[in-house]
């Protein structure tokens, strides 16, 4: 199901030498500073839930050397990764430019989505708070769906999360099949 990828990309895998191929990408701050260890615990037990139904994971916080050329942060994810990929997990458990940007780039390639979080969060991570420059005003605002979203995925603890992922997972390659 994963698609090969454009000129473009191949391209890419060139310059930066990365090959690997993934079917499943979470998109999810891969820095996470507030909740360190606890989160890249929680990011691996979701890689192992994808691995479960015979998909490849794409895990920023293992993939991802932040000691990389900024350029090169973003375009792997972004430019090689998303656009070969089947399905992106947003999730939205802690506030992260790089995760918007990743859920950004799924829409751009017209990629599915399924946004998965913590029900006490919600989905106001979604809205974006904008400043009007001129009168110092802020506003809240929801940039809407921009494209596919295949799943809303709530949960209240781990055990749940995991098991509603795997769940909504395996529907979703059922239903491409």
Not at 1 to 23: A, C, D, P, W
Not at 61 to 70: A, L, Q, R, S, V
Not at 133 to 142: A, E, F, H, M, Q
Not at 147 to 153: A, C, F, P, Q, S
Request: proline fraction near 5%.
């Amino acid at each position: 199901m994963s698609k090969q990828g454009s000129t473009k990309v191949r391209g890419l895998r060139e310059i930066y030498g990365y090959h690997n191929k993934f079917n499943i990408v979470l998109a999810c701050a891969f820095e996470p500073e507030e909740k360190g260890n606890e989160k890249f615990d929680f990011y691996n037990k979701i890689g192992e839930v994808i691995d479960s139904i015979g998909k490849k994971p794409y895990l920023p916080h293992k993939e991802i050397d932040i000691n990389w050329p900024p350029e090169k942060i973003y375009d792997i994810p972004n430019s090689i990764i998303i656009p070969c990929s089947d399905i992106v997990i947003g999730y939205l458990g802690l506030q992260s430019l790089a995760t918007g940007i990743m859920i950004g780039s799924a829409f751009e390639h017209k990629i599915p989505v399924s946004y998965f979080y913590e029900k006490k969060v919600g989905l106001d991570s979604l809205k974006c708070q904008l400043t009007d420059l001129s009168t110092g005003k802020t506003k809240i605002v929801d940039p809407g769906w921009k494209g596919e979203i295949y799943d809303l995925i709530d949960f209240e603890n781990e055990d749940e999360a995991l098991s509603k992922l795997k769940l909504s997972l395996e529907a979703f390659y059922k239903d491409r099949k």
